[in-house]
């Protein structure tokens, strides 16, 4: 935002972020000190019935969503919650009978910051998030802004690497499924490339392959990576196998392409029979068949702990852009 | 739940309720012990604003509704709050994004178990919430499940009788309007069936009466019932008499059927002249002309009332669900 | 309301407030009792983080929206929660199933009086605001009742002249825009003939002129106005200038005439350019481009204050219908 802090804010004891905006903005400094905080909110959780926190209290949260996206929005909220503070909900922002008449995304901004503390702006205009962190003056976070970004996915996903694994250096990495409409495996491939000696192999269905400008830029990085048409054998040599569902949406009438890349790589018992006993499994949600259920009950299944990880990087960001560290 | 605590409760010291699914789980000790507590909440809403309730502090109740119902949730997030607790809300969840995308409402749970500490579950589809039980390691209510069960609108029923009567075993209960359809009416027949001594009148057009069923089952715990087409007969011996919708939504293109059916049995003043002055009239609500206005200003006229117990209801579940009594 | 107190109510030690129905229900005492408040809650609100108001905790406000309006409900809200108070959302009453099912809203009103301690409506029908009030025993706000009253708009609008040029007696004041179908101009100009020495200027296009009905009001008061059609030589004189949005939802199939009436008065740097250095700018929001956006940066623009100052103004009208002054 044009100011970082409310002005009304007295507490901060050291600078704080000042907005979320894409995935690219962090180094690896300001991801290890969310990754760290982020920890710290695991016990700030667990306290939550005996000793709920008050490190928010007082601070109130809008979660401005031009689009629905309850996952996200009850994940926002409920890292507010437990941090103490108060939220003012619109699921249904797109039509704010200002935004039905005209209104400017930027007049709504000027308005809502007049009655919160921290916006949270999920839109489906790709760079709608920046304009309305270069209005505000407030912190403005990114819930996804359409085809665009959305950061704290990015985060929760290397996060969860790290948690999982202990370590994000020298990982090898397998991202599987649609990785040319996936907005989650491009953000990751951008920050996972912040580290050393990382593999990465691409495991896809020839029309919805990886992008061009994501392989240049990982050559870019001296990030290692190649394709590869063969799951079980990427899958025998990772740390980390990363599937994503087919984007039925993006295939327009093509019912037959879609139904034809949809069956190809499957998450199943042969994976887990291959996979390394360290590594695990991951998704961002939703899942379809893409993952059979009976992987579920396997520990190296981390994407219900993934999801999970997205409260406690919500709650750090959201400690971090109000009171600072 | 599969487990019925969340792993951070650590304050509970009598053992609690597991989950509430439907109304037949209850026995004579487990209702007295909730309709115990649900008094006791009187005084705890009584108190709200001198000496607000923190017994659910740093509590977070996830209201799901995959159809609208703002009666019921409502009622839940007002016992949430006056119990100190705090709400995640989502009105609309069949729009979920991973809902409309194809997700298992497993995996839906599975996600938010991770940010709350129960769920308050209405759905359209009969049996949702046992299947959300059986997932989640948090408590869920059902709140309605389709055509299944509504558990807390059948104790608020029960509690309400007695509340109002002072005693539930040797009731007399006039069931009126809509028998074959009501879910509230069949609800209650199953829990008054498990007092001493009651005595049953089924009031309703031909179309709409109740089903073999239930009546067997009455049959099966010596239950006295009687079916009569003479309102005020019935109404001059019963302590309750409980009216209920003509559902019209049920009789499809057949209006002609409906509108016959709809105006045959109404309380009006004629009914409260015959009814005896310790009685009550009962509605599950809405209500439209089944029971005239004029009725409302008599304090037999029981139905604001009853839907105020509701609050207490839940605020007796929420209670002994995540804290014990 | 039927009684103004909730009955838990015990706190108050002066006289409250009602209910908040119309503007003109307020005399010079009541407005300037109100302004005072709003004016405390200045302080209050920038208190937020360090030591957050208390004043309101224990208390629950309903929201009840039958048409959606975000801007509104979510300043009510903010005030709320800025107050220690907690809230019950509903942003789509009319939905309600109950609503849907035929039921009354004074019998919706029962209900909800039953699980909160004051009601915020707003309806789609003129009228709603009485018969709420006149159903329920907590009070009731009008947040907008169709094309009849949205009090606490014109509350704020005339705290923002009081606020931004230190008194209203006196006052010349210039309405622009749509006069004839905009609420807020008539409401303000009811309001504002309350003070002395008031002059009015007329500015609009011939299809949307002020009413005769509000012309013969401000004669019968004494309220000195005239109409013009030179906003420059009106913007000269005045104290204010209120610029509104030109209906377009008003004009039907007349798009033509839309048009016409639209681009004709529009505030920008020329308007500046002579309007008097302790002058303002407002608006009662969303604008469209009657005011450009070069304007937003003078600091006479005032109208994103004037929307800020609806935070205070709710944020009194809750602590004096709740607890008194």
Known sequence: SAAAAPLQQQQATTPRLGDVIEAQQFDRDALNEIFEVA?????????????PS?????????????????????????????????????????????????????????????????????HFESGAARRAADTANIPVIN?????????????????????????LDGIKLGLVGDLANGRTVRSLAYLIAKYQNIKIYFVSPDVVKMKDDIKDYL???????????????VASKCDVIYQTRIQKERFGERIDLYEAARGKYIVDKKVLGVLPKHAVIMHPLPRLDEITVDVDSDPRAAYF???????????????????GH
């Open 143 to 167: 819930a996804g802004d359409g085809p665009g970004q959305h950061p704290t996915q990015a985060l929760l996903d290397v996060y969860t690497i790290k948690r999982e694994i202990g370590t």
């Open 54 to 122: 008050r490190v928010l209290e007082g601070y109130l949260m809008a979660t401005l969503f031009y689009e629905p996206s309850t996952r996200t929005r009850l994940s926002f909220e409920a890292a507010m919650r437990r941090l103490g503070g108060e939220v003012l909900t619109t699921e249904n922002a797109r039509e704010f009978s200002s935004a039905a008449k005209g209104e400017t995304l930027e007049d709504t901004i000027r308005t809502v910051e007049g009655y919160s503390d921290i916006i949270v702006l999920r």
């Open 219 to 233: 050559n870019s990085q001296g990030v290692a990576w190649e394709e590869s048409s063969d799951l079980l054998e």
């Open 305 to 323: 702990r993934q999801a999970k990880n997205g409260l406690y990087i919500r709650m750090a960001l959201l400690k971090l852009l109000l009171v």
């Open 39 to 51: 920890r710290e909110m695991e016990a700030v959780e667990r306290g939550s019935h005996g000793a």
